[in-house]
């Protein structure tokens, strides 16, 4: 399966701890693009990397949150001290950065906070 | 600011008839638009796209229509399965062509 592949699909984090979502782009792709959704709304646009790069984080909270694309490896989304308001669905997608190509999505992890 | 705006959160219809699904935008610099769909618990798939040189595009029962003057697109489902249930995103960019601008999604309801 050459999807974008997410993982994990659930995770289950307790107040003050730490959240990492992973993601693997496409096969071809070098832009990643991490989305929010909350219960009952739409896409909120996070962040967009490519490689090494971090190009737009403005939809991304200035504290607790990070994101990264190293040169090997998945994009990182890290959450730190994990609040209830940050359980949602979190969505990466990915594309190959050319004019007039979609974007792919992962399945989601759907982060719960207790 | 919300670029990209789907007014109707949900949609009813038979099973056989035409489903019409709306989308109005702000940005002129848009040129490029996307349909997608969302089943629960899944990612959002891709559907359709069309560019600003077009009005019109179709893919078996989906067609989007672009109107640029109003600033509006829809896709336009025939006819209706109960299969195309789902959430119905559209989405847009252009001004800069790798950020991708969504609307809030219209929940479609396909009756048997």
């Known amino acids: 399966n050459a999807g974008v592949m997410q993982n994990p699909r659930h995770l289950v984090r307790r107040r003050g701890q730490e959240a990492r979502l992973r993601c693997s782009p496409m096969?071809?792709?070098?832009?990643v693009y991490w989305y929010r959704q909350l219960p009952e709304e739409g896409l909120k646009f996070m962040v967009y990397?490519?490689?090494?790069?971090?190009?737009?984080e403005s939809g991304m909270p200035k504290e607790r949150f990070s994101a990264e694309f190293p040169k090997e490896g998945p994009s990182i989304l890290r959450i730190q001290q994990v609040v209830r308001g940050d359980s949602a669905a979190y969505f990466c997608?990915?594309?190959?950065?050319?004019?007039?190509?979609?974007?792919?999505f992962g399945d989601g992890t759907r982060l719960s906070i207790l | 600011d919300q670029q990209v705006k789907q007014n109707s959160p949900s949609l009813s219809v038979q099973e056989g008839r035409i489903s019409i699904l709306n989308c109005d935008y702000t940005?002129?610099?848009?040129?490029?638009f996307l349909w997608y769909k969302k089943y629960p618990a899944e990612g959002p798939t891709f559907l359709i796209s069309?560019?600003?040189?077009?009005d019109k595009n179709e893919d078996g029962r989906f067609t989007v229509f672009l109107n640029k003057s109003a600033k509006h697109l829809s896709l336009h489902i025939v006819p209706s399965q109960p299969g195309d249930s789902a959430v119905y995103f559209c989405?847009?960019?252009?001004?800069?062509?790798?950020?991708?601008?969504f609307g809030s999604g219209t929940k479609l309801n396909v009756k048997p």
């Open positions: 997608a990915s594309s190959p950065g050319r004019v007039n190509q979609p974007q792919h």
């Open positions: 069309i560019s600003s040189i077009k």
């Open positions: 989405a847009a960019s252009g001004d800069n062509f790798n950020k991708f601008y």
């Open positions: 940005n002129s610099m848009f040129d490029y």
């Open positions: 096969k071809g792709h070098s832009h």
């Open positions: 990397l490519q490689k090494e790069n971090i190009i737009d």
